[in-house]
């Protein structure tokens, strides 16, 4: 779980590479490859050489100025997300077409351009289809668009900040336990949803069969037959260290680790090619983009080796 996490020194183990090579024999024995002795040693320093160059990216864009926090932390998550990677996959990277970012966003910004309006959009081939297969086990989106405001939406630690702003947080608060969730009853209108149709909804989108459903005016009582894991609908806070549900169903629920890496990309980009735009924001905070991108890069700097080392611990 998320509060098993100690910040870097919880990848410590990982700096050796006799166990490391034992990590991922482990995780290759789970994918019935063949060579499992070979590739877990072939692979067990590039593992090691990802997180420690993810982890130097991180450590950098904290010391740094916003100015280029963006391109080190995005780089920086890319260095972890390939280390991921070379647990589910010990030939990755298997062709040159999973090197490339695997998104693109417009290249020139259009005049009153705003950060919550632009879009960016999912290619076939790249990073992003690669770990949303592999680590995911999601269909391919290729062509889909998305706009950084309906992401942004997506990062719950963002949901105060939505309610400032909006007038109405982006989350509701949860009751978490390890087969119970409880949450506020206002989320059967938001969702428009009787409470038989929510608990199928849980069920489909958890994978998680539900034992029971007590109802009051204020809240609604969810009992699970397995365990529960913080993943989409219910979000962890690493702020507060609470859960969460969107107050807005949404069409497709991406795990945080693919947000994450679509609004760092965005931001990356614009760091290092939209100077004159990015510079004019950080200088004269416009609107409310400015606001919105300082904290999310301080959550993200924070939240993206949390999740990191959440998808590895699966399998220790």
Avoid at 89 to 114: C, E, F, I, M, N
Avoid at 247 to 255: A, D, G
């Amino acid at each position: 779980m998320y509060s098993s996490y100690k910040g870097w020194d919880s990848f410590s183990c990982f700096f050796s590479a006799e166990y490391s090579q034992l990590f991922l024999k482990k995780s290759y024995k789970l994918l019935h490859t063949n060579e499992i002795e070979t590739k877990s040693y072939q692979n067990c320093y590039p593992f090691i050489y990802f997180l420690e160059h993810g982890k130097l990216y991180y450590q950098q864009a904290v010391n740094s100025p916003i100015n280029i926090q963006p391109v080190l932390l995005f780089y920086g998550f890319v260095h972890l997300i390939k280390a991921c990677l070379l647990t589910i996959d010990p030939s990755y990277p298997s062709s040159t077409s999973v090197l490339a970012h695997g998104v693109s966003t417009r290249k020139r910004k259009k005049q009153q351009y705003l950060f919550f309006k632009d879009e960016i959009k999912i290619q076939k081939n790249g990073l992003f289809a690669c770990m949303s297969e592999n680590m995911f086990q999601l269909p391919s989106i290729e062509g889909e668009k998305f706009k950084m405001g309906e992401l942004l939406q997506q990062i719950p630690e963002l949901s105060d900040l939505f309610h400032i702003f909006t007038g109405s947080p982006s989350f509701l608060p949860v009751s978490f336990s390890n087969t119970e969730a409880i949450i506020p009853s206002k989320i059967l209108d938001s969702y428009f949803m009787s409470k038989d149709r929510f608990q199928h909804y849980l069920e489909s989108q958890l994978g998680n069969p539900v034992k029971n459903v007590k109802t009051s005016k204020t809240s609604i009582e969810v009992a699970f037959s397995e365990p529960l894991q913080p993943v989409p609908p219910f979000y962890y806070n690493v702020l507060d260290n609470k859960h969460y549900i969107p107050i807005e169903k949404r069409s497709v629920h991406l795990p945080e680790i693919l947000v994450h890496y679509l609004i760092l990309y965005n931001l990356s980009m614009i760091a290092r090619y939209e100077i004159e735009w990015w510079s004019e924001l950080l200088k004269t905070m416009p609107n409310q983009d400015y606001p919105y991108i300082e904290s999310f890069l301080s959550i993200a700097a924070k939240k993206g080796p949390q999740l990191i080392y959440n998808f590895l611990a699966k399998k220790m």
